[in-house]
């Protein structure tokens, strides 16, 4: 029985036969040229874990709609818990700008998987959230990494997902002149213990009077905001 199927450096799309693959636990793709995974994913009731680690590792591809490289029928993997596609490791020091291919707007429909836990999306080219991305969410989701990306805000709706624990919003915008504000709502977040959320504003005279829902972060085990 196949529980983990692991496929690195491939340079052809994911067959729509995967879907019959109904054991598998875990889908490790690692510097692979996949643009898109195959409606059949939703088949995949057994899937616990999910990479897409480092796609694109010579420039292959162009970018890739997360809207499109996740689709909706992603929402039957009922017990998948985690979703891992960031782009770490060593990067060109003259190009920080290096990322990942995933672009365009995070769905709705990824936090209304009924068992997510950890939702990784750092160092992409992500340009926004869906608003009900947070206000429908169902998912338990307890870890949102969303940092280095090439977001201009962070809807207020966030302070809804009452399930978070670890936020990571760092960089939010990595690549542009922007300033991202950090939404006070973040202070509705009652279980939130690790918040990340430095280098959001590209100025150097931030007024730190304004962040007065910090006072509700009481809970908060660590909070890196410089």
């Not at 005279?205 to 972060?217: A, G, P």
Request: hydrophobic share 40%.
């Amino acid at each position: 029985i196949l529980v983990m199927f692991v496929l690195m450096r491939a340079k052809f799309e994911l067959p729509e036969s995967i879907g019959g693959l109904k054991s598998l636990e875990g889908l490790w793709l690692d510097r692979n040229f996949i643009s898109a995974l195959p409606e059949s994913i939703g088949n995949l009731t057994n899937l616990i874990q999910l990479w897409a680690y480092k796609m694109d590792p010579m420039g292959l591809l162009n970018e890739v709609d997360i809207g499109g490289f996740f689709p909706p029928s992603i929402v039957n993997c009922t017990n998948l818990q985690y979703i891992v596609a960031p782009d770490w490791g060593k990067h060109n020091a003259f190009d920080r700008c290096e990322y990942n291919p995933l672009t365009g707007e995070i769905p709705s429909y990824l936090s209304q998987l009924p068992s997510l836990n950890w939702l990784l999306l750092d160092r992409n080219n992500i340009t926004s959230i869906h608003p009900n991305f947070f206000r429908d969410a169902t998912s338990p989701l307890t870890w949102l990494s969303v940092g280095a990306n090439n977001l201009t805000e962070i809807p207020h709706e966030i302070g809804e997902m009452q399930s978070l624990e670890w936020l990571f919003i760092q960089e939010a915008n990595l690549c542009n002149d922007i300033n991202v504000e950090i939404p006070a709502t973040i202070g509705n977040l009652q279980n939130l213990t690790r918040l990340f959320a430095y280098k959001m504003n590209k100025e150097s005279d931030v007024d730190i009077n304004e962040w007065e829902w910090m006072e509700s972060l009481s809970h908060v085990l660590q909070l890196k905001l410089y």
